[in-house]
């Protein structure tokens, strides 16, 4: 159990590795994505261990409050949650135009991309919310922000929530079928709601919830892209 994250956030690494390799066209939104997501790694002070305590290498969560095993997850989780809608939809990315980038919306585009920063450090600082609440009402916050500004986005937004959740869910269940006390051990579930939903605390899915909705759509919301599907006589039209 010692070595359990170290080498389940190798095997979420892993699946990012295989649609890397197998899914050019994704490639670049996902490297940026996850170049991005790496720095979340960093803030795992904050949630240890209020909200859980994970043994890690060379016992950093426990001497430090950081550990490689976070940077290493926050990597490929960042990726991955960027091109999963893609993958399945079979989307792909088309520029925005002059006249769609010059939308009264988007003269909040900037601001809406720091609102879960915002959400975040205000309900840290200000209230007694366990972190992961903190971040799960920053993340949906951010979520609900680009659906104003990018209501063409919109499907990518709730689908992708739910495509990362269940991704999420079996990635979380082979942990639990391989350490069944793991979730008993390293959570701090007094200080949480206490609540398993087949053997998992419901702040797990809150987390991949929200977390899929929100980074589901920032590669195109930064970038300026819009979603296209290819239908089978290759005609491309938005996607909505």
Known sequence: ?????????LIILGIWLVIFLMMKGVRKEMLVASLWTTPLGLTEPLFVPEYWNPPSLFNMAQKTGFDIESLIFSFAIGGIGSVLYNIITKAQLQPLSDTEKSHRRHRFHRYTILVPVVIFFSLAFFTDLNHIYCGVAGMFAGAVT???CRPDLKNKIWIGGILFSLLYF????SLRLAYPTYVDL??????????????IPLEEYLFAFTFGMFW?????????????????????????
């Open 216 to 240: 589901s759509s920032l590669y195109e919301h930064t970038h300026w892209y819009k979603l296209i599907k290819t239908s089978k006589n290759n005609t491309a039209h938005a996607s909505m």
């Open 1 to 9: 159990m010692q070595y359990a994250w170290f080498i389940w956030s």
């Open 186 to 199: 390293v959570w701090n579930m007094e200080e949480i709601s206490g609540v398993l939903v087949l053997g």
């Open 170 to 173: 079996f990635y979380f269940t």
């Open 146 to 148: 680009a659906l104003w």
